[in-house]
């Protein structure tokens, strides 16, 4: 049985995995090769992805467009897949984010997020704390889960909310896979 994809990074999960950016890059491509897009209900392989972290990162699909650090204004419309790299942490409100990216979404469209989370609470000194806005505890991250439903996106492929150890040093990566729903 495959891993949640909603989960914390752990170099152990992909064979030869040496960084939590190679970590991230093979998650992003599980999860991607885990969904299943039907091709009859709109264009398949537009791929949206903002990459707001230091890592290189190759987003799988057709001719994605990348998106650095604060670029606002998306290549196309519609995509059927969205990936947010290190952007939950950064931005001023996550749920006004995700809420704008459900709407570029497709119906049935994935959103694979990524930001840094820890095992513990209060102010974020862990390093790297300068760039972030915020760092994902475990009561932020399973209200994050809750609260995209009210945005039609649902976790998509399994969640494992426990903590996989400090792959940074003092915190780690963090994934959060939805879907939004067809019926929207």
Same mark, same amino acid.
């Given at each position: 049985?495959? +891993?949640? +994809?909603?989960?914390?990074?752990?170099?152990?999960?992909?064979?030869?995995?040496?960084?939590?950016?190679?970590?991230?890059?093979? #998650? !992003?491509?599980?999860?991607?090769? #885990?969904?299943?897009?039907?091709?009859?209900?709109?264009p !398949?392989?537009?791929?949206?992805?903002?990459?707001?972290?230091?890592? #290189?990162?190759?987003?799988?699909?057709? !001719?994605?467009?990348?998106?650095?650090?604060?670029?606002?204004?998306?290549?196309?419309?519609?995509?059927?897949?969205?990936? !947010?790299? =290190?952007?939950?942490?950064?931005?001023?409100s996550?749920l006004?984010? +995700?809420? =704008?990216?459900?709407?570029?979404?497709?119906?049935?469209?994935?959103?694979?997020?990524?930001?840094?989370?820890w095992?513990?609470t209060?102010?974020?000194?862990?390093?790297?704390?300068?760039?972030?806005?915020?760092?994902?505890?475990?009561?932020?991250? =399973?209200?994050?889960?809750?609260?995209?439903?009210?945005?039609?996106?649902?976790?998509?492929?399994g969640?494992?909310?426990?903590?996989?150890? #400090?792959?940074?040093?003092?915190?780690?990566?963090?994934?959060?896979?939805?879907?939004?729903?067809?019926?929207?």
């Amino acid at each position: 049985m495959p +891993l949640p +994809l909603t989960r914390t990074a752990c170099l152990a999960d992909y064979p030869d995995c040496v960084s939590v950016a190679g970590w991230q890059q093979c #998650h !992003a491509i599980e999860a991607y090769h #885990h969904w299943s897009w039907d091709p009859a209900t709109g264009p !398949a392989g537009d791929v949206l992805c903002f990459n707001w972290g230091a890592a #290189h990162f190759r987003a799988p699909g057709r !001719a994605p467009c990348y998106l650095a650090y604060q670029e606002q204004e998306p290549c196309l419309d519609r995509y059927t897949a969205i990936f !947010a790299l =290190s952007v939950l942490d950064r931005v001023p409100s996550p749920l006004r984010f +995700l809420r =704008s990216q459900a709407a570029r979404l497709a119906l049935g469209g994935l959103l694979v997020c990524t930001f840094a989370a820890w095992d513990a609470t209060g102010q974020d000194c862990a390093v790297g704390c300068e760039m972030r806005r915020r760092i994902y505890d475990w009561t932020a991250w =399973s209200k994050l889960v809750q609260e995209i439903k009210g945005l039609g996106l649902h976790p998509y492929g399994g969640v494992d909310l426990h903590y996989h150890g #400090h792959t940074l040093g003092d915190h780690t990566l963090a994934t959060l896979v939805a879907v939004k729903d067809r019926r929207i």
